[in-house]
């Protein structure tokens, strides 16, 4: 199967994003608790990839549930709260559950459409994403700083920042992505990796701490990312590690450019202080590919998200707008601002 995400008629069918690179296997989803269980330990991942399977999700409960509505709202709300802090697993199951008085058959429809938007809207972002980063940069080919995954992998297809990225080396603007390795669970070593190289896009892995002192030594000229929530004043939750590439582009002047769909906006929440960071398992941090590297009972800190507030993003790229666009000079100004505190 081509796209990550798809419903064989009876079941949701996923890449599993846990067997990648090694394996590409896939998994057929029978119910809503194996897809609250896939999402959960990031089988399924990404912000729009588990809002999309959340959809489908709520499908599957109202067609097992036989006319129960409280039931299929029941399994809505755990759906829903199977991650925190993507908004859009709230918002697609929220969405689907509009259609819930039609029938199960019309819930499906809903979530049917959802899969097949998500692949329309990173098509508009993606171009989108690519204009706006060569209006904001001067050099060709580009040197892009990428962080996490936000490929094909973490939507339905193409991809969100990455298919932005992925846009500019078909018109041959690419001259290397630096992609973080994305600790602790490695999306960006065992995801990104594997998308540039079957892409064939020139790119190089690094620590997550390099990445910051890479933007510092002028080896990169943008830093594009993804997005789990946009707050109404354009802070911007996203994997952990984000921020501080943001902190590094603005010390340097690069731009920092966040391409995400219009449902990772999350106009409830006035900024980013409010947003909801999901808190991890110990063992993600304390261990490392199976083996024991810290005692463990350490104590851990494993936010799996951080928030750049909204003064360090250069831009946000939807699939309907750029948002918003900083003023000439903004970038030098931040920069001076830095280095004087
Ligand atoms: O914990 P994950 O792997 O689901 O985190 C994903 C990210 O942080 C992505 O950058 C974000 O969802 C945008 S992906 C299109």
């Known amino acids: 199967m081509e796209r990550t995400l798809a419903w064989d008629g009876a079941a949701v069918v996923a890449v599993d ?4 690179p090694h394996e590409r296997t896939v998994l057929r989803l029978t119910t809503p608790d194996e897809v609250i269980d896939a999402i959960k330990r990031l089988a399924i991942r990404g912000a729009p990839a588990i809002g999309v399977a959340g959809a489908l999700a709520v499908a599957l409960s109202a067609q097992l549930s036989d006319g129960d509505d409280q039931a299929v709202r029941e399994d809505a709300d755990r759906i829903a709260n199977a991650r925190p802090t993507a908004v859009n697993l709230s918002w697609a199951v929220r969405r689907v559950l509009t259609k819930l008085p039609g029938g199960a058959r019309a819930v499906l ?6 899969l097949e938007e998500d692949e329309q809207t990173n098509r508009a ?10 209006g904001l940069t ?5 040197r892009i700083m990428t962080h996490c995954n936000t490929g094909s992998l973490a939507t339905v297809a193409i991809g969100t920042a ?6 500019l080396a078909e018109r041959g603007l690419v001259a290397e992505v630096l992609a973080g390795e994305t600790r602790p669970l490695l999306q960006g070593a065992r995801l990104t990796a594997w998308e540039l190289t079957q892409a064939g896009i020139p790119f190089r892995l690094c620590v997550d701490s390099a990445g910051p002192a890479a933007i510092a030594a002028g080896l990169v000229d943008v830093v594009m990312v993804g997005a789990d929530r946009i707050t109404a004043n354009g802070d911007v939750a996203n994997k952990v590690g984000t921020y501080s590439l943001a902190v590094a582009a603005a010390r340097s002047g690069i731009p920092f450019v966040v391409v995400a769909p219009e449902s990772t906006v999350d106009e409830s929440i006035s900024d980013g202080s409010q947003i909801v960071i999901e808190q991890r398992h110990a063992e993600e941090v304390t261990a490392f590919g199976g083996h024991q590297v810290a005692l463990p009972d350490t104590p851990v800190f494993n936010p799996a998200f951080d928030v750049t507030p909204n003064d360090l993003v250069t831009a946000i790229v939807t699939e309907q707008r750029v948002w918003p666009q900083r003023p000439a000079g903004h970038l030098a100004e931040v920069a001076r601002g830095l280095y004087q505190r």
């Open 17 to 20: 994003q846990c067997a990648l």
């Open 125 to 134: 972002m993606a171009a989108r994403a690519a204009d706006a980063v060569l």
């Open 138 to 142: 001067g050099r060709r080919p580009l």
């Open 162 to 167: 990455l298919g932005g990225i992925k846009e």
């Open 109 to 114: 429809d809903e979530a049917l459409a959802m």
